[in-house]
């Protein structure tokens, strides 16, 4: 498969290609504050690794949970690129794609940092789910006995290091693709935490 995937939920904009389910080509940059005008110059450099744009069977974009306003930009950059193209979307959610490039088949937990003392946090045991994603305090995180691999400015010993990355997130796309892949035209919501709620914008349960 050839894929462009991109992870944009947090302060890192990473955008990577693949050619025949192979990583081809990868560009990160940490700037939470720039995504609306960087994102859009890392995916045309990434997509000039294709000789033709016809070739880009898909888009993969992170869904969240993250920030609100960095996962609307890469989606709606996405959303406009395939229908350009009238190729497919891979939305991903991103504690899952995270999750993909731990090494780790017993319990755990995977985390982002929110806001506040606050992180959007998730089960899992191996590479499956166990649970929702949900928001905790890190109060009540540093009190967890399982492993908790965390991103955030707040990390230290008690955590393991993780960082989100479009390798993982197109390696997760592609793995995953038939369950996942959406037409150009059907209609992708973020995944939108609410207290301590599993939600997606404009659901009923939204608020």
Excluded: W
Aim: hydrophobic share 35%; proline share 4%.
């Amino acid at each position: 498969m050839n894929l462009i995937a991109i992870e944009s939920s947090t302060n890192i904009c990473s955008v990577s290609s693949f050619k025949s389910n192979k990583l081809c080509n990868v560009i990160d940059l940490a700037d939470s504050k720039q995504h609306s005008k960087n994102l859009p110059n890392i995916i045309q450099e990434i997509m000039r690794d294709f000789d033709d744009f016809s070739d880009i069977e898909a888009f993969a974009v992170s869904v969240g949970p993250g920030s609100f306003t960095s996962i609307r930009i890469g989606l709606s950059i996405v959303k406009g690129l395939s229908f350009g193209l009238k190729n497919n979307i891979v939305p991903v959610p991103t504690l899952e794609a995270m999750n993909y490039s731990v090494n780790d088949s017993k319990v755990h937990y995977i985390a982002v940092n929110s806001f506040k003392d606050k992180c959007f946090i998730q089960k899992f045991e191996g590479k499956n789910p166990i649970d929702q994603p949900f928001i905790d305090n890190y109060d009540n995180i540093s009190k967890i006995n399982d492993t908790v691999y965390l991103y955030s400015d707040k990390a230290n010993h008690n955590y393991q290091s993780i960082s989100p990355s479009s390798i993982s997130l197109g390696e997760y796309a592609i793995t995953n693709y038939m369950e996942l892949v959406k037409k150009y035209n059907e209609d992708i919501h973020p995944i939108y935490l609410s207290e301590n709620e599993f939600v997606k914008i404009n659901s009923n349960r939204s608020k």
